[in-house]
């Protein structure tokens, strides 16, 4: 099994739906994150939390939220779906114990807005 | 200017040959530095870490070069398998915490 699971793998929805996308993670590490991929873009950080009820706010955090009720789990929400969040979202992990922490990445979710 | 740049590519290699890649950053106050081996439409992974000294890892060499702010990546040998986008990361440190800049990613794709 992955140690970073993402869910769902694939989702197409419609303009002003609110979607939640999920990630959950088996490594035991404090640090998670959600990025989204674009092409020519490379990857983007949304948020990121640091610990149980941490959160903070990267490069492009307007339009999302983040929850983090737990270690293992890290949800990342769009409240009203618009079709420029159409990308590859990733989640991943760090253990945080140095700068030098490499990242560990769930398997992606390919979102659709229509 | 971006702060992590590279060449997209694509990289059209034969199998066997040597590859070199290079990727240049803007911020000085850059600390650490890694290459991250992404497949098509799969998650990034960590090929590894670059060192001040060079680091190198079976065919995989490394080296960063802080006077002119360009790290580098050369595969010899190039395998079929290896056909991949390579993704230059480079952390800032900055306040309490670090913050990781992605490249975009160079393309190499080796041919039989």
């Known amino acids: 099994d992955a140690d970073v699971t993402q869910t769902p793998r694939n989702r197409i929805t419609k303009t002003g739906k609110r979607i939640m996308l999920e990630c959950s993670q088996t490594?035991?590490?404090?640090?998670m994150y959600w990025y989204r991929q674009d092409p020519g873009l490379g990857l983007r950080l949304i948020y990121y939390s640091f610990d149980v009820k941490d959160i903070n706010k990267g490069e492009i955090s307007d339009g999302y939220s983040v929850s983090r009720q737990a270690q293992a789990k890290f949800s990342l929400s769009l409240e009203s779906a618009i079709p420029n969040q159409t990308a590859l979202y990733f989640c991943?992990?760090?253990?945080?114990?140095?700068?030098?922490?490499?990242?560990?990445f769930g398997n992606g979710t390919r979102l659709t807005v229509t | 200017r971006k702060e992590v740049e590279q060449d997209p590519g694509p990289f059209n290699v034969p199998e066997g040959a040597t590859v070199a890649f290079n990727c240049t950053y803007s911020n000085s106050a850059s600390q650490s530095f890694f290459w991250y081996r992404q497949d098509c439409r799969k998650e990034p992974k960590l090929l590894m870490s670059?060192?001040?000294s060079g680091n190198e890892d079976g065919r995989f060499t490394a080296q960063l070069n802080r006077a002119s702010q360009y790290i580098s990546l050369l595969i010899r040998d190039s395998k079929l398998s290896d056909s991949a986008t390579y993704l230059c990361?480079?952390?800032?440190?900055?306040?309490?915490?670090?913050?990781?800049?992605f490249g975009t990613g160079t393309l190499l794709a080796v041919q039989p």
């Open positions: 990361v480079v952390n800032i440190r900055g306040g309490a915490t670090n913050k990781l800049i």
């Open positions: 490594k035991g590490h404090d640090r």
């Open positions: 991943a992990t760090s253990s945080g114990v140095s700068g030098d922490s490499p990242l560990h």
């Open positions: 670059v060192y001040s």
